[in-house]
């Protein structure tokens, strides 16, 4: 055998679900380095289905760049030619998994959400109303998911997290469990004490996303934000986390700085994997106070869903050593990206200027703190009528301009193709 193929020894792949008697099955993403096989077993073990578990440490697992080609060109199917492959056919014959991770920041850490961030292929692109909010539709079947962690793990946090992402994915949460010598952080809720900090005159922003600065949608955010602070005098430098080679940089400004916004998209219900392994990168202790803010979007235009990402923001400040200055939250960015298309543009260049006014709304106030912060992200839920109609009417109005921009991406296949 050669090395490495106890990543993934103990199952034969069979085309229908379960293992080759037919029996359930449940995989084990074990991201954690060392063998833990004894202790994931000995917690697994009064679940009643077969688990076969995969330790990723020794795969080789890139993170989402989020470059949307298991959607709109290769249905299914990642553009990263890694192992992770491996991982899809897995979960194609899989009731569900676990993740087991090593936790940092009180949530799992980055190489735990990387196995997650590459889930997308398991959804696809159309939306439909499902549990009364807007979901990708499964390409698969449902699966199960829950969350096995090493360390100090904000416990409350993470069930949330992993009903969350289950019901994504169609299924239910099987519980959030710590390995023996873990721990659960108190404070759930990250509550701040909000300390005075001058108005800004500069401020360093962050693009969290792992999309490149020219097709995300954070960018096009952040630059219709920064219209708004320059108009009131404020200087600004932006580094995007999409490109390593800023990474040095970044890492500087943020430590040096007194002002700072993270601005970064929803991936799977919390921050992108690489946004998460940036801040792993930081200094633990900090030399001045700072106030940390955030900008947060997402697909879905729904604010409820983005609540999740916004407790975990505000508990993550004052990790960082950083006063909480609060999170603008925001759905509905997907299109920005395709502002090429007119009517896109005609439809995206209001949400860009608020984005704007609430740059100038930051210049005034130093913060998100604010009224008009809080009304920005809009309704919580779409409407009764609007979900209701939305299975009915909407969804096919929406799939069809789905299919148009596969097929200018040159998508041959159907968007709800099943490649394994
Ligand atoms: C891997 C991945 C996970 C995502 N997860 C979510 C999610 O949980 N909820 C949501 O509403 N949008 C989600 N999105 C959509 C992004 O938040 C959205 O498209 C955003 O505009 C991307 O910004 P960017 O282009 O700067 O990366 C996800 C996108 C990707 C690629």
């Given at each position: 055998?050669k090395k490495?193929?106890s990543?993934?020894?103990?199952?034969t792949?069979s085309?229908?679900r379960g293992n080759d008697?037919?029996?359930?099955m449940?995989l084990?993403?074990?991201?954690?380095?060392?063998?833990y096989?004894?202790?994931?077993k000995d917690?697994?073990a009064?679940?009643?289905?077969?688990?076969e578990?995969v330790?990723?440490a020794?795969?080789?697992i890139?993170?989402?760049?989020?470059?949307?080609?298991?959607?709109?060109?290769t249905?299914g199917v990642c553009?990263?030619k890694d192992d992770?492959?491996i991982?899809?056919?897995k979960?194609v014959v899989a009731?569900?998994f676990?993740v087991?991770?090593d936790t940092?920041?009180?949530?799992?850490?980055?190489?735990?959400k990387r196995?997650l961030d590459?889930l997308?292929?398991?959804l696809?692109?159309?939306?439909e109303?499902?549990?009364?909010?807007e979901?990708?539709q499964?390409?698969?079947h449902?699966?199960?998911f829950g969350v096995?962690?090493?360390?100090?793990g904000?416990?409350?946090l993470l069930e949330?997290w992993?009903?969350?992402?289950?019901m994504?994915l169609?299924g239910?949460?099987?519980g959030v469990?710590a390995?023996?010598e873990?721990q659960?952080?108190?404070?759930a809720?990250?509550?701040?004490?909000e300390?005075a900090?001058p108005?800004?005159?500069?401020?360093?922003i962050l693009?969290?996303?792992?999309r490149v600065k020219?097709n995300?949608?954070t960018?096009?955010?952040?630059?219709?934000?920064?219209?708004?602070?320059?108009?009131a005098g404020?200087t600004?430098?932006?580094?995007?986390?999409?490109n390593r080679t800023e990474?040095?940089?970044a890492?500087e400004a943020?430590?040096?700085?007194d002002?700072i916004?993270i601005a970064?998209p929803?991936f799977?219900?919390?921050?992108?994997s690489?946004?998460f392994e940036?801040l792993?990168t930081l200094?633990?202790e900090?030399?001045?106070?700072?106030?940390?803010?955030?900008?947060?979007?997402?697909?879905?235009?729904?604010?409820?869903q983005?609540r999740?990402?916004?407790?975990?923001?505000?508990?993550?400040a004052?990790?960082?050593?950083?006063?909480?200055?609060?999170?603008?939250?925001?759905g509905?960015s997907?299109?920005?990206?395709?502002?090429?298309n007119?009517?896109?543009?005609?439809?995206?260049?209001?949400?860009l200027?608020?984005y704007?006014?609430?740059g100038l709304?930051?210049?005034h106030?130093?913060n998100?703190l604010?009224?008009d912060?809080q009304?920005?992200?809009?309704s919580?839920?779409?409407?009764?009528?609007?979900r209701?109609l939305?299975?009915?009417?909407?969804?096919?109005?929406v799939k069809?301009n789905?299919d148009?921009f596969?097929?200018?991406?040159?998508c041959?296949r159907?968007l709800?193709?099943k490649?394994?």
């Amino acid at each position: 055998m050669k090395k490495g193929d106890s990543r993934h020894a103990s199952a034969t792949l069979s085309t229908s679900r379960g293992n080759d008697n037919g029996e359930k099955m449940t995989l084990v993403l074990n991201t954690l380095e060392g063998d833990y096989s004894e202790q994931i077993k000995d917690l697994l073990a009064a679940k009643g289905s077969e688990v076969e578990i995969v330790n990723t440490a020794e795969m080789k697992i890139m993170h989402c760049a989020g470059c949307n080609i298991c959607w709109l060109k290769t249905p299914g199917v990642c553009a990263i030619k890694d192992d992770y492959e491996i991982i899809l056919k897995k979960l194609v014959v899989a009731d569900g998994f676990w993740v087991v991770a090593d936790t940092k920041f009180g949530f799992i850490d980055y190489r735990g959400k990387r196995v997650l961030d590459r889930l997308v292929p398991m959804l696809n692109m159309y939306i439909e109303i499902r549990d009364g909010w807007e979901r990708h539709q499964l390409r698969y079947h449902p699966l199960n998911f829950g969350v096995i962690y090493k360390g100090n793990g904000n416990k409350e946090l993470l069930e949330e997290w992993s009903e969350r992402v289950a019901m994504n994915l169609g299924g239910h949460s099987l519980g959030v469990f710590a390995l023996e010598e873990s721990q659960t952080s108190a404070n759930a809720n990250g509550d701040v004490t909000e300390t005075a900090t001058p108005l800004p005159e500069h401020v360093v922003i962050l693009n969290g996303s792992p999309r490149v600065k020219k097709n995300s949608n954070t960018n096009k955010i952040i630059d219709s934000f920064s219209e708004g602070l320059q108009e009131a005098g404020i200087t600004h430098k932006l580094y995007s986390l999409s490109n390593r080679t800023e990474w040095d940089e970044a890492r500087e400004a943020f430590m040096t700085n007194d002002n700072i916004i993270i601005a970064l998209p929803l991936f799977v219900e919390c921050l992108p994997s690489l946004l998460f392994e940036f801040l792993s990168t930081l200094p633990t202790e900090r030399k001045q106070p700072a106030k940390l803010s955030f900008i947060l979007h997402s697909g879905f235009d729904e604010g409820h869903q983005l609540r999740l990402g916004e407790k975990f923001l505000k508990t993550l400040a004052p990790q960082l050593g950083c006063s909480y200055g609060g999170t603008l939250v925001k759905g509905g960015s997907f299109m920005l990206r395709m502002r090429d298309n007119s009517y896109i543009k005609k439809m995206t260049d209001k949400m860009l200027a608020t984005y704007a006014s609430m740059g100038l709304s930051f210049a005034h106030n130093g913060n998100f703190l604010t009224t008009d912060a809080q009304k920005f992200t809009g309704s919580e839920q779409n409407p009764w009528l609007g979900r209701s109609l939305f299975n009915l009417v909407i969804y096919r109005i929406v799939k069809r301009n789905f299919d148009r921009f596969a097929k200018e991406w040159g998508c041959t296949r159907p968007l709800d193709d099943k490649p394994y």
